[in-house]
């Protein structure tokens, strides 16, 4: 069903395009106009994808090729994202409401980068080891075998639907999976362009499939699905419980990215203003709709007015508006729900008794009308066993919560809580911040910094955050399965444990 004028997409599956009978409208989140239309998987089109995959692993187009083979034509990809960027910026920005230089810098701009360490990691891959070991029972060979699982699945949130793909895609492929990815359903355009630009760079037919489709329905069939051996996720923590659940059916391996509460615990040394653009940068970036934002800054009482006033100042200088517009540093929220969902949230702070600094609402003006506006917002006068607080509301959104000074206190009041994707410390000395970086409860902990994600370096959850590490040199590991192969090498029988059932053979 395209609409005229506006482009349909279809999905990808076996190295071909797939359509649907149903379909999904793609609007853009700064005017609610139809940017596309995609079509809508079913479970027939999750089987499908899951049987074209089986059939590419078991054939050895792809498993079956040498490493650096593989290192080779997943730098073909990763050259082609380079040379489709300005079409990937575009198809990203007009689903998720991401600015352009936010596009341009994380959403996009890390997918090359990001895969070219997989396909460096695919070349290094090393498949087997040998170990010789010490005669006890026998004398033996022993081999350790990474061999690849066979067909893995990964499920998308709509926030960074190209480089959170790319985290799953990349690694499977390095190990030599094939895999299904199932795109979320309000921004699946970059993904199905990135499946084109594989399929051109030489990867073999059905090694990677991308489909669409509701999460209860497809994506729990990806997740029961027991063709499928590892299923990655990342969203929301109450989806990540239901995918855990349903995929110990069939025990597969299940690796989760899932909600944060990040908090940054700010010492009483700092530099005021570096800290303030600081905690904008990590509450801000894309609307706050990253699950490892600072939305949590804990704040000694000797620097806390002085502080809350430099940021509020400094979001009275943030440009919100089209996020085309090169000067643009706040885009919408993504979807009507996120809106909605966030001033929800804005409204429980309020009667819980936090105290607007700065924001609190939806922007008013023309510009404004369409869309789905949230001012950056700033709340004091917060406890951490206020909603606000304690819940994920993955938007524009920083609480202040004031500590004596002790850092013991603001570390007891970063950990308390559920999540434990990221934190951060900021201080003068890097002695203090290291002793507190240690206490921090979380997977990444930055010191005088926030939001960065390195490919070399591992990422995910402590606690509900999540389970499992992507990125970083151990990431083909969630992508393999460990054969120990035994090799006697005495050539003699009674130097073996046998005679624990067997006596002698008398017959000899
Ligand atoms: P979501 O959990 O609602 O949806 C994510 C995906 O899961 C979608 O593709 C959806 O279709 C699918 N899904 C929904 N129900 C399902 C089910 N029952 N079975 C299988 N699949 C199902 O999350 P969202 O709203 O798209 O994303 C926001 C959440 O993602 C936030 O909580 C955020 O913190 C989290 N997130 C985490 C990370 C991380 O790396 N830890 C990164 C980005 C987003």
Redesign the pocket.
């Known amino acids: 069903m395209a609409t005229v004028g506006v482009q349909h997409h279809k999905m990808f599956i076996g190295g071909q395009e797939a359509d649907a009978d149903d379909s999904y409208e793609i609007r853009n989140p700064a005017n609610e106009e139809l940017v596309a239309t995609v079509a809508k998987g079913t479970l027939e089109h999750a089987d499908a994808a899951v049987a074209a995959a089986k059939k590419s692993f078991e054939a050895g187009s792809w498993s079956q090729l040498g490493p650096d083979d593989r290192r080779q034509v997943m730098l073909a990809i990763a050259d082609g994202i380079s040379e489709n960027i300005d079409e990937l910026i575009e198809a990203e920005i007009s689903a998720n409401g991401a600015t352009i230089r936010q596009a341009g810098g994380f959403h996009i701009g890390l997918a090359a980068p990001h895969f070219t360490y997989f396909a460096e990691l695919a070349g290094k891959f090393e498949a087997e080891e040998g170990i010789h070991t010490a005669p006890y029972p026998t004398i033996s060979q022993n081999i350790l075998r990474r061999e690849p699982i066979g067909v893995c699945a990964g499920?998308?949130?709509?926030?960074?639907p190209l480089v959170?793909a790319l985290w799953k895609i990349g690694p499977a492929l390095a190990a030599g999976n094939s895999i299904v990815i199932?795109?979320?359903?309000k921004t699946p355009l970059s993904t199905l362009l990135f499946a084109k630009i594989a399929k051109e760079a030489g990867l073999p037919d059905g090694v990677l499939n991308i489909i669409t489709?509701?999460?209860?329905e497809?994506?729990?069939r990806?997740?029961g699905h027991p063709d499928v051996g590892k299923i990655a996720?990342?969203?929301?923590?109450?989806?990540?419980r239901?995918?855990m659940k349903?995929a110990s059916q069939t025990v597969k391996k299940v690796s989760l990215?899932?909600?944060?509460k990040g908090a940054a615990v700010v010492l009483d040394d700092v530099d005021i203003n570096t800290v303030a653009d600081a905690a904008i940068f990590g509450c801000c970036l894309y609307s706050g709709?990253?699950?490892?934002s600072i939305t949590r800054l804990i704040v000694p009482e000797s620097i806390h007015d002085e502080l809350v006033a430099r940021i509020v100042k400094r979001i009275g200088t943030l440009k919100m508006g089209d996020p085309f517009d090169f000067d643009t540093d706040i885009g919408p929220v993504v979807s009507k729900r996120q809106h909605d969902r966030v001033l929800s949230y804005l409204k429980v702070a309020q009667e819980e008794g936090a105290v607007v600094a700065v924001g609190g609402k939806a922007p008013e003006g023309a510009e404004f009308e369409k869309g789905y506006w949230i001012e950056p917002t700033v709340y004091t006068n917060v406890t951490n066993d206020m909603r606000i607080a304690r819940e994920?509301v993955?938007g524009p959104v920083l609480v202040v919560i004031k500590y004596s000074g002790d850092s013991d206190e603001a570390v007891a009041i970063a950990n308390d809580s559920i999540y434990g994707?990221s934190g951060a410390v900021w201080s003068g000395d890097y002695e203090r911040a290291l002793d507190v970086a240690q206490k921090l409860q979380a997977g990444t902990i930055w010191v005088n910094d926030v939001h960065m994600v390195t490919p070399e370096l591992p990422?995910?959850?402590y606690k509900q955050?999540?389970l499992g590490r992507?990125l970083g040199p151990d990431a083909l590991k969630e992508y393999t399965e460990v054969k120990h192969i035994h090799i006697d090498l005495s050539q003699k029988l009674e130097a073996r444990a046998y005679d624990l059932v067997l006596s002698s053979d008398d017959e000899d």
């Open positions: 499920i998308l949130p709509w926030n960074f959170l199932k795109a979320d359903e489709g509701d999460g209860p497809v994506g729990a990806l997740s996720f990342t969203g929301s923590t109450a989806v990540g239901e995918i349903v990215e899932l909600g944060g709709q990253m699950c490892e994920e993955f994707l990422f995910g959850g955050s999540g992507e």
